[in-house]
């Protein structure tokens, strides 16, 4: 698996542009009024794991502000370790097969987690906190298993969970959480946001690579990845070209992001591709003669997503679902005009 250089959310101790969202549910919090269950919803590479495990913080000390951030706490040692016994998180799989789902095996050691009397006593803790990153992928199962503690929450838990499209979710669950939504960041914060990750900002991005971007410090460190970098922009050059199609270049870009170490790679020019056909979109409908076509580019989205979709869960090779999406944009294209 490629593994990236940047550091894990738990140990990043700093907010970058959510800093008033955090002290409001910090005076929540100190009020006894902090809903027991939290949705944390915003677009990929904001900064919202980083938020939980801030907030996580907050309740497993019992402090708030710097004070809550101090790398020499015992607690917040833990917690950066990964070891704290009153936090579970649960990320979905990020192994090399592509199909990211939470096992409901997962989510059932959760709650039964949440069962357990809090180990800690220090003053303003004695909670219980859950995290699940990438709430979005839960399955059905999953998300079901999940309904018994957002039924039934044990006194002083806390469950957080993280993702980037909450309609996804069951409403039986969404109903039972209180969404808290998260902004893209600003330049400044990016910037900073990209070096307390240990990565550093690109020093151009600009065109549809800053549209790509847009405010996450998950996709900006992304770009450090030139391998990543490259397939972005020849992923761009292609969209740019198309309903033309330069065969050979296409081919070469496809076997590059089929390789097995390159799934970060292929993953983003999806992402792009997705990008575009949204831009396409907007400017169908907002120009009055091609408006009908708008429907067209939004139907495409979602037919190109759900081949990807439905080949990561297969495990299909990647470099054939790549040519298929791009010749279905192309045919798309053709149609509109």
Not at 59 to 85: E, F, K
Not at 318 to 331: E, G, K, V, Y
């Amino acid at each position: 698996m490629h593994q990236r250089a940047w550091r894990h959310p738990r140990e990043t101790l700093e907010i970058f542009g959510h800093g008033a969202v955090l002290d409001a549910l910090e005076r929540e919090w100190r009020a006894g009024m902090l809903h027991h269950g939290l949705m944390l919803a915003g677009p990929k590479g904001i900064g919202k794991a980083t938020f939980a495990y801030a907030l996580a913080r907050r309740l497993l000390t019992g402090l708030d502000g710097l004070a809550a951030d101090d790398p020499d706490n015992r607690i917040v040692r833990q917690i950066r370790a990964g070891s704290h016994p009153d936090l579970l998180a649960l990320d979905a799989d990020e192994g090399e097969t592509v199909n990211r789902l939470i096992p409901v095996d997962d989510v059932r050691r959760l709650v039964a987690f949440f069962g357990k009397t809090a180990a800690s006593s220090v003053a303003g803790g004695g909670c219980r906190v859950g995290i699940i990153d990438r709430a979005d992928d839960l399955n059905t199962a999953s998300a079901n298993a999940l309904l018994k503690i957002l039924e039934e929450p044990p006194r002083r838990s806390i469950l957080i969970l993280v993702c980037e499209a909450p309609g996804r979710l069951p409403a039986t669950v969404r109903s039972r959480c209180r969404q808290v939504s998260l902004d893209p960041l600003e330049e400044s914060d990016l910037a900073r946001a990209v070096c307390a990750a240990g990565g550093r900002l690109a020093e151009r991005i600009e065109g549809e690579l800053e549209a790509w971007v847009a405010g996450s410090a998950l996709r900006a460190l992304m770009l450090g990845d030139k391998s990543v970098a490259d397939a972005l922009r020849e992923a761009g050059a292609l969209l740019a070209a198309l309903p033309g199609i330069d065969q050979a270049r296409l081919g070469r870009l496809a076997q590059r992001l089929g390789a097995r170490d390159n799934r970060d790679a292929y993953n983003a020019a999806f992402d792009l591709m997705s990008l575009h056909m949204a831009q396409r979109a907007r400017a169908a409908a907002f120009s009055g003669a091609a408006s009908p076509h708008a429907a067209n580019w939004a139907n495409a989205i979602g037919r190109v997503e759900e081949t990807k979709s439905q080949a990561d869960a297969l495990n299909l090779d990647r470099s054939r679902t790549l040519l298929a999406a791009f010749h279905r944009l192309a045919l798309e294209l053709r149609a509109a005009h």
